[in-house]
């Protein structure tokens, strides 16, 4: 059994199997906007981030605001990655090769591998998850792991990509933003310790 054959069983169980009236409205709607309901859990980072104290002694709303330019930083080096290996790889969308797949958007020009939706989503939720560590409690923190899990789901019930797409973007969405998110702690410890001696 080959894992071609594995990646279209599994899309056609979640396209066609799954499929109801329910997802038909909320799948499409995470594909195309999902990525604002990050907003209420970057409200509170900045809330949070306006009343925590530092190291100083001092209010600390600038750290909120530089984990959240380091999750932009990521979402777009993830976009040129997504890009390169579009390219490189150059997989066929399974909506212009699997006959009878429920298409509920318009079939992609692009490439298929790998999901630019799972690899965007994860890169930006992980300096979310990892930077917020000492200060947000993780049944919030997962929040955005979350989000990002159901906008990269949602990309297999519309039909526009193979599960190995979807997985192969959200590890190296995540890969992306836990690689900026420790380089982006190392050189604030560095600039800290600098300070104090």
């Known amino acids: 059994m080959s894992i071609q054959y594995l990646d279209i069983q599994l899309l056609l169980f979640v396209n066609r199997s799954l499929a109801n009236p329910a997802f038909d409205v909320l799948m499409p709607a995470l594909s195309l906007r ?8 970057l409200l509170a980072l900045f809330l949070k981030g306006a009343y925590r104290k530092s190291e100083q002694e001092k209010t600390s709303p600038a750290a909120a605001v530089r984990i959240f330019l380091v999750a ?12 390169w290996m579009k390219e490189a790889v150059a997989r066929v969308r399974p909506c212009r090769t699997i006959e009878g797949i429920r298409l509920m ?49 949602s990309r297999l019930y519309l039909g526009v990509h193979y599960p ?31 300070k104090k001696s």
Request: aromatic residues 12%; negative net charge; charged residues 10%.
């Open 105 to 153: 958007v318009d079939c992609p020009k692009s490439y298929s591998i790998p999901s630019g939706h799972a690899i965007s989503s994860f890169s930006f939720a992980l300096p979310l998850v990892y930077l917020t560590r000492e200060h947000i409690a993780l049944i919030w923190r997962l929040y955005p792991l979350l989000l990002a899990s159901l906008i990269a789901f």
């Open 34 to 41: 999902g990525y604002l309901l990050v907003i209420p859990f």
């Open 164 to 194: 190995s797409d979807v997985l192969a973007g959200a590890l190296l969405g995540a890969g992306i933003g836990l690689t900026l998110s420790m380089l982006y702690q190392a050189m604030a410890t560095e600039d800290f310790v600098k």
């Open 72 to 83: 932009c930083v990521a979402a777009y080096l993830s976009g040129l990655v997504e890009d």
